[in-house]
């Protein structure tokens, strides 16, 4: 795979690089923002989608054990996590897998816990159902982020929590929760009763040897209050195919999941996302390595730039994914202030941290899932912004 292609994605109705105009009032802008990557998908994830375009029927398409072997056989050999088949169902999304445990789990009304800031469809998801968002904030601590246990203690007792969604790995820090973490969250979670949503759709993509542990996979107990949300879109850059599996072991509990999704009218996948998952599951691990070892060099150039050219300001060193957290509280600026900047002046787009939530001011997000020479564009045009 060649990682230093610029592909054109002008002109292919891309959120990313055909909406600039629409969402920011720039059409001159770098995109960087959405976690969206600028790599061509594997060729045996587009190999399967060209063979289910030349069977040329397009009837309703269910996933089947087949679909389901795959995903079993991928967590198992990508994170050492055996998973029963029949705890697995399948949804467009893992937004939209949110949407719906939500409300399969909670009342309105109901506390759901965050750990701000976080990804930002985890607010919408919470309070657009009716539910109320119960702010966990994480903690800086020697340049990246600690869980406040301190804090999760008092905030879970409340009898209205009745659901935690956690982060594993963190969007938008990339910080990756180690077992000793998971074990005291879900020991409080199931002394209080919470359900653990837990969003692992950046799982794959782990960085220099780190490891994921998904937190259903820590216990029997852990399991049966978990739902883990888990998908190929980030890893193979497919989000547009809509394709996730939602991991559910406790029988009652994926009933309510179904449930849920039957009545908002969702009933699984459609034919090319079923294609495409079998295919990424199945055939997508070595290209998938190469991708690692790519990004993680795109990594290492931003932090060598920063430390040379940008010094004020700090990079939270990604455990896992391709996005990086940039502190620019240093230069004391507003948020409007900084966005501007980076807007006008800079002409690049990032994601301002304040869509993430407490916590977020002064920083913003880089997608650095793109060619080398996009990254150092992007960089530069940082540095201009702020001169």
């Given at each position: 795979?060649?990682?230093?292609k610029?592909?054109?994605?002008?002109?292919?109705?891309?959120?990313?690089?055909?909406?600039?105009?629409?969402?920011?009032?720039?059409?001159?802008?770098?995109?960087m923002?959405?976690?969206?990557?600028?790599?061509?998908?594997?060729?045996?994830?587009?190999?399967?989608l060209?063979?289910r375009?030349?069977?040329g029927?397009?009837?309703?398409?269910?996933?089947?054990q087949?679909?389901k072997?795959?995903v079993c056989?991928?967590?198992?050999?990508?994170?050492?996590?055996?998973?029963?088949?029949?705890?697995?169902?399948?949804?467009?999304?893992?937004?939209?897998?949110?949407g719906?445990?939500?409300?399969?789990?909670?009342e309105?009304?109901?506390?759901?816990?965050?750990?701000s800031?976080?990804?930002?469809p985890?607010?919408h998801?919470?309070?657009k159902?009716g539910?109320?968002?119960?702010?966990?904030?994480?903690?800086?601590?020697?340049?990246?982020?600690?869980?406040?246990?301190?804090?999760?203690?008092?905030?879970?007792?409340?009898?209205?929590?009745?659901?935690?969604?956690?982060?594993n790995?963190?969007n938008?820090?990339?910080?990756?929760w180690?077992?000793?973490?998971?074990?005291?969250l879900?020991e409080?979670c199931?002394?209080?009763?919470v359900?653990?949503?837990?969003?692992?759709?950046?799982?794959?993509?782990?960085?220099?040897?780190?490891?994921?542990t998904?937190f259903?996979s820590?216990?029997?107990?852990f399991a049966?209050?978990?739902v883990?949300?888990?998908?190929?879109?980030?890893?193979?850059?497919?989000?547009?195919?809509q394709?996730?599996?939602?991991?559910?072991?406790d029988?009652?509990?994926?009933?309510?999941?179904?449930?849920?999704l039957?009545?908002?009218?969702?009933?699984g996948?459609?034919?090319?996302a079923?294609?495409?998952i079998?295919a990424?599951y199945?055939?997508?691990?070595?290209?998938?390595d190469?991708?690692i070892s790519?990004l993680?060099k795109?990594?290492?150039e931003?932090?060598?730039?920063?430390?040379?050219?940008?010094p004020?300001?700090?990079?939270?060193?990604?455990?896992?994914?391709?996005?990086?957290?940039?502190?620019f509280?240093a230069?004391g600026?507003s948020d409007?202030?900084?966005q501007?900047?980076?807007?006008?002046?800079g002409?690049?787009?990032?994601?301002?941290?304040t869509?993430?939530?407490?916590?977020?001011?002064?920083?913003m997000?880089?997608?650095?899932?793109c060619?080398?020479a996009?990254?150092q564009?992007?960089?530069?045009?940082?540095?201009?912004a702020?001169?």
């Amino acid at each position: 795979m060649n990682f230093d292609k610029q592909e054109q994605r002008l002109g292919t109705q891309s959120v990313k690089w055909d909406k600039t105009g629409e969402l920011f009032g720039v059409t001159d802008a770098l995109p960087m923002w959405v976690a969206d990557m600028d790599f061509r998908a594997p060729e045996a994830i587009t190999e399967a989608l060209k063979q289910r375009l030349e069977q040329g029927i397009f009837g309703y398409t269910a996933p089947d054990q087949k679909t389901k072997d795959a995903v079993c056989a991928w967590m198992h050999n990508r994170h050492s996590w055996k998973v029963n088949p029949e705890s697995i169902t399948f949804s467009p999304g893992v937004v939209t897998a949110l949407g719906m445990a939500v409300q399969a789990f909670t009342e309105p009304k109901d506390q759901v816990i965050v750990q701000s800031p976080v990804y930002t469809p985890f607010y919408h998801m919470i309070e657009k159902n009716g539910r109320r968002i119960l702010h966990n904030p994480l903690k800086e601590k020697d340049g990246t982020y600690v869980m406040d246990f301190e804090d999760l203690e008092t905030k879970i007792s409340d009898p209205s929590v009745k659901m935690f969604i956690l982060c594993n790995p963190h969007n938008p820090s990339g910080r990756a929760w180690g077992r000793d973490d998971l074990l005291k969250l879900g020991e409080l979670c199931l002394e209080h009763g919470v359900t653990v949503v837990s969003d692992e759709i950046h799982s794959d993509l782990m960085l220099y040897g780190n490891t994921h542990t998904p937190f259903a996979s820590l216990s029997d107990d852990f399991a049966e209050i978990s739902v883990t949300c888990a998908a190929p879109s980030k890893t193979f850059n497919i989000a547009g195919l809509q394709a996730s599996a939602i991991i559910i072991p406790d029988r009652l509990k994926r009933a309510k999941f179904s449930a849920s999704l039957q009545r908002n009218g969702l009933g699984g996948l459609n034919a090319f996302a079923v294609s495409a998952i079998e295919a990424a599951y199945s055939k997508g691990g070595p290209w998938l390595d190469e991708l690692i070892s790519y990004l993680e060099k795109n990594m290492d150039e931003a932090a060598a730039f920063l430390t040379s050219e940008l010094p004020n300001v700090k990079m939270m060193k990604p455990d896992a994914s391709y996005l990086i957290w940039l502190d620019f509280r240093a230069y004391g600026l507003s948020d409007a202030e900084l966005q501007q900047k980076m807007l006008h002046k800079g002409k690049i787009i990032l994601e301002p941290g304040t869509k993430y939530g407490p916590g977020g001011e002064g920083f913003m997000r880089l997608n650095a899932g793109c060619p080398l020479a996009t990254l150092q564009d992007g960089l530069r045009r940082i540095k201009t912004a702020l001169e």
